[in-house]
């Protein structure tokens, strides 16, 4: 019953969209949150792209531009999208942009390494504030259980596996997740070998 009424829910708030309702910004941060940004996620359609871009990622408000960023997950394989995202990738400098960016380019799994180094450098350098977005997004305590069934996931590209474990660190279950690093502390990516490193000596800190 619970997600068919988020799927309903998800709906309603593509049609506000389209029709160009004003949605107050606190209702959409709570729409950004697992598991309803899904489901508006699995609706929005090419025809949404620019709507979300003007209305939402253009905005001088966070809430939305973090919002807009999230809900054109489902349209990734568009060029207007994925250019979107590199261009603000690379060309913008606010924190809650990039943290909302860099997950939606770690859905291409032939992004370049360097990428997947240059974000990494980036969840370092902004270490509390990045643990932080995690809670946020995930809205409460089980969410490493989440994290734990995306990995096992037959369908989870193992290109965004150091990125899950960076994520599993804002778990207060220190225990789990050490259990989890230990488990791939001999893989065969270089950058996950020095993830499950660096994040391994930030549990002894």
Same mark, same amino acid.
């Given at each position: 019953?619970?997600?068919?009424?988020?799927?309903?829910?998800?709906?309603?708030?593509?049609?506000?969209?389209?029709?160009?309702?004003?949605?107050?910004?606190?209702?959409?941060?709570?729409?950004?949150?697992?598991?309803?940004?899904?489901? %508006?996620?699995?609706?929005?359609?090419?025809?949404?792209?620019?709507?979300?871009?003007?209305?939402?990622?253009?905005?001088?408000? &966070?809430?939305?531009?973090?919002?807009?960023?999230?809900?054109?997950?489902?349209?990734?394989?568009?060029?207007?999208?994925?250019?979107?995202?590199?261009?603000?990738?690379?060309?913008?400098?606010?924190?809650?942009?990039?943290?909302?960016?860099?997950?939606?380019?770690?859905?291409?799994?032939?992004?370049? %390494?360097?990428?997947?180094?240059?974000?990494?450098?980036?969840?370092?350098?902004?270490?509390?504030?990045?643990?932080?977005?995690?809670?946020?997004?995930?809205?409460?305590?089980?969410?490493?259980?989440?994290?734990?069934?995306?990995?096992?996931?037959?369908?989870?590209?193992?290109?965004?596996?150091?990125?899950?474990?960076?994520?599993?660190?804002?778990?207060?279950?220190?225990?789990?997740?050490?259990? %989890?690093?230990?488990?791939?502390?001999?893989?065969?990516?270089?950058?996950?070998?020095?993830?499950?490193? &660096?994040?391994?000596?930030?549990?002894?800190?």
């Amino acid at each position: 019953m619970k997600s068919i009424v988020q799927k309903y829910l998800a709906q309603k708030v593509l049609e506000d969209i389209r029709e160009g309702q004003n949605i107050p910004e606190n209702l959409i941060i709570e729409f950004d949150k697992y598991p309803i940004i899904d489901f %508006i996620r699995a609706d929005v359609i090419a025809d949404d792209i620019p709507i979300i871009v003007n209305r939402y990622i253009n905005s001088s408000e &966070d809430g939305y531009t973090a919002f807009g960023i999230s809900a054109l997950r489902g349209q990734r394989d568009s060029e207007p999208v994925k250019k979107l995202l590199f261009d603000l990738w690379h060309q913008d400098e606010d924190f809650n942009k990039k943290f909302k960016t860099m997950f939606r380019l770690l859905d291409y799994e032939d992004l370049d %390494i360097s990428i997947h180094e240059d974000m990494y450098d980036f969840v370092l350098s902004n270490w509390d504030k990045w643990v932080d977005g995690v809670i946020k997004y995930f809205g409460d305590d089980e969410f490493l259980s989440k994290i734990k069934k995306r990995i096992s996931n037959k369908d989870f590209p193992e290109t965004k596996l150091w990125i899950r474990l960076c994520q599993c660190m804002a778990s207060p279950d220190k225990h789990e997740v050490k259990k %989890i690093l230990a488990q791939y502390k001999d893989s065969t990516a270089p950058l996950v070998q020095k993830v499950v490193k &660096d994040l391994e000596q930030k549990l002894k800190e």
